[in-house]
């Protein structure tokens, strides 16, 4: 019973994750556009991810001002 609790609690931490950065990225998209166009286009992710890594910390801040 404890492997397939872990295994529960394993697949909804991926979901989660995983939610919040297809989000995020869809956020990403709709502000910036400009970012997103240029690293597909360079095929350089390094821009995207400093982008989406603000995007994520900006959420986090209103969440612990909400808080």
């Given amino acids: 019973m404890g492997l397939a609790r872990v295994s529960v609690s394993l697949f909804a931490t991926i979901g989660i994750i995983s939610t919040i950065l297809a989000g995020a990225t869809i956020w ?7 970012t997103v166009a240029d690293a597909v286009s ?3 992710v390094s821009p995207l991810v ?9 959420a986090f801040r209103g969440l612990l001002k909400y808080l």
Avoid: C, F, I, R
């Fill in 50 to 58: 400093s982008e989406l890594a603000s995007a994520l910390l900006a």
């Fill in 28 to 34: 990403l998209l709709l502000t910036d556009p400009v």
């Fill in 42 to 44: 360079q095929g350089n």
